[in-house]
C-alpha cells in the first residue's frame, strides 16, 4: 500500500503544476475560447477543475476520491460528461471518402454499425483515433478525440461529393454493470438484444429521440448518447438520473475513468499514441484493413517496420507515473506515457513507450526492466500484453437480460 499512497500523493502534485484550467464561472472559460458543456449547468461548482478539449471543457476532477467512481464503474453505474466531438460526413461518396481517410472497411459497413478506426498521415503515424458509426447508407458520424481534425477531412474532400459539418453534438456516457438497466428503464425497451457491442439505435428518452452507441471509454458495460441542437440538454439529463434512482446513479469527473481505462487497455490520443507511432509500433495493427486499398498510409504501413513500441507494464514498489524513465542493462530505454495504481490488480499498471527496439530478443513483452521515479530510485517492473485483463473484452460485450 506504500506504493499507492506514495503515487496518489505524486499525482495531486503533478495535477497542480499542470496547466488545468479551474472554471470560476462560465465567463472565465469563454475568454479561453473553451466551450462549456450544455450539461455544466447540473454539476458546476468551484470544486470542479476543468481540462480543454478538443476545444471543450471536460471535467477533469470535482473534489470526489476518484476511487469511489472507480467502484461505481466496476459494481454499479457512473455517468460521465465527455468531450468527445463526434463529425458528420455525409453524401454520395461517403463511403469511398471514409475509406480513404481510415484504415478500416468503412463503406462496407451496416447502417446502425460501430467501428474503432485509426486515420494515418502518408507517412503511416497516427493522426487520429475515434469510432465510426454509420447512420445510414450516405452518412457517417466519426467521434474523435483530441485534435483538429476537420481541417484534415476537408483538405481531402475534393475529389468527393460529401458534405462534412460539425452536428455541434455533446456526449453522456453512462457505464458500468447497471448501465443497461438504466437505459432500459429510461427508454422503455428492454436491453435483450436490442442494443449489441459497438451497435447504435434511436432511443426516446423523457420525449427526446437521441443516438445511443453501444460503446466507451471504460472496458464496462456501458453507452454513449449523442445530443444534438435543439435538444434540451437538462431536461435529457434529468431524465437519466430519474432513471436511475433505482441503481444510485451518480455523476463523475473523468478522472474516476482514467484507472478503468488503463486497466482496458484503452489509449488515449496525443498521451499514449501520437504522430510518431504507426499502428504497427502501437500495438494497433488490428484495426488495420489492408483490404482497403484506398486509405492514407497503406503503402508506408506495407513497408514499415511493424515492430512493437508500446506495451502495458505493471510494478509492485511503484505507479508508473507519466514521463518516468524505464531502464534495460543500466540505458534508457523508454519511458511512461500514463499510469495508476490498480484496485483489481493491486499493483502500479501504466503504459510503457520504448524509444526502439529490444535487440536482445524478438520483442520487449515479458521483459523486465527498471523504472526510475522522481527520487531516483529504481523500481523492477514487468512488460506486459494490453488490456491487463479481460483480455476477450467479455466484459462491455456481455448483455444483461431483463
Known amino acids: 500500500m506504500q506504493a499507492r499512497d ?11 503544476s499542470l ?18 458543456s450544455p450539461y455544466a449547468e447540473r454539476y458546476h461548482s468551484d470544486e470542479v477543475v476543468y481540462l480543454s478539449y478538443a476545444g471543450r471543457a471536460v471535467p477533469l476532477t470535482n473534489g470526489i476520491d476518484p476511487l469511489e467512481g472507480y467502484r461505481k464503474l466496476r459494481e454499479g453505474v457512473a455517468l460521465f460528461d465527455v468531450p468527445e466531438k463526434p463529425l458528420s460526413i455525409k453524401g454520395p461518396d461517403a463511403g469511398k471518402f471514409m475509406d480513404k481517410i481510415f484504415t478500416r472497411n468503412a463503406s462496407l459497413m451496416k447502417p446502425m454499425k460501430a467501428l474503432y478506426a485509426l486515420a494515418c498521415l502518408p507517412n503511416g503515424g497516427i493522426l487520429m483515433d475515434g469510432i465510426i458509426i454509420r447512420l445510414a447508407e450516405d452518412h457517417f458520424w466519426y467521434i474523435q478525440a483530441d485534435g483538429e ?31 443497461l438497466e438504466v437505459l432500459s428503464r429510461a427508454s422503455g425497451v428492454p436491453m435483450d438484444e436490442t442494443l449489441r457491442y459497438f451497435n ?12 445511443i452507441s453501444r460503446t466507451g471509454w471504460t472496458g464496462e458495460v456501458g453507452v454513449e448518447v449523442y445530443g444534438h441542437e435543439g435538444l434540451d440538454h437538462l431536461a435529457l439529463w434529468d431524465s437519466f ?61 506495407l513497408n514499415s517496420n511493424q515492430k512493437r513500441l508500446l506495451y502495458g507494464i505493471m510494478a509492485d514498489s ?36 520504448f ?37 476477450g473484452k467479455d466484459i462491455p460485450k456481455s448483455v444483461k437480460v431483463l
Request: hydrophobic share 35%; charged share 25%; net charge neutral.
Open 355 to 391: 524509444e526502439g527496439h529490444n535487440e536482445l530478443s524478438e520483442g520487449w513483452l515479458n521483459e523486465k526492466v527498471m523504472i526510475q521515479d522522481n527520487e531516483k530510485c529504481l523500481h523492477e517492473a514487468k512488460v506486459v500484453e494490453l488490456p491487463f485483463f479481460d483480455k
Open 318 to 353: 511503484v505507479i508508473p507515473t507519466s514521463n518516468f524513465k524505464v531502464y534495460n542493462n543500466s540505458k534508457i530505454v523508454g519511458k511512461i506515457t500514463a499510469g495508476d495504481w490498480s484496485p483489481e490488480l493491486k499493483c502500479g499498471i501504466g503504459y510503457v513507450r
Open 6 to 16: 506514495k503515487g496518489l500523493d505524486e499525482n495531486k502534485e503533478r495535477k497542480k
Open 200 to 211: 447504435a439505435s434511436y432511443f426516446t428518452i423523457g420525449g427526446q429521440k437521441v443516438l
Open 149 to 179: 481534425f476537420q481541417v484534415w477531412l476537408d483538405a481531402h474532400s475534393n475529389d468527393y461529393q460529401v458534405n462534412i459539418e460539425d452536428p455541434k453534438s455533446h456526449v453522456l456516457q453512462i457505464q458500468g454493470p447497471k448501465a
Open 241 to 301: 438520473f430519474e432513471a436511475g434512482k433505482p441503481f444510485d446513479l451518480s455523476w463523475h469527473a473523468a478522472d474516476a475513468m482514467g484507472t478503468r481505462r488503463l486497466e482496458a487497455g484503452i489509449l488515449d490520443n496525443g498521451t499514449d499514441i501520437d504522430r510518431g507511432l504507426t499502428p504497427f509500433t502501437a500495438g494497433l495493427e488490428k484495426f488495420v484493413d489492408f483490404q482497403n486499398h484506398s486509405f492514407i498510409g497503406r503503402s508506408a504501413l
Open 19 to 36: 496547466n488545468y484550467s479551474k472554471a470560476f464561472g462560465l465567463i472565465s472559460m469563454t475568454k479561453k475560447r473553451v466551450k462549456m
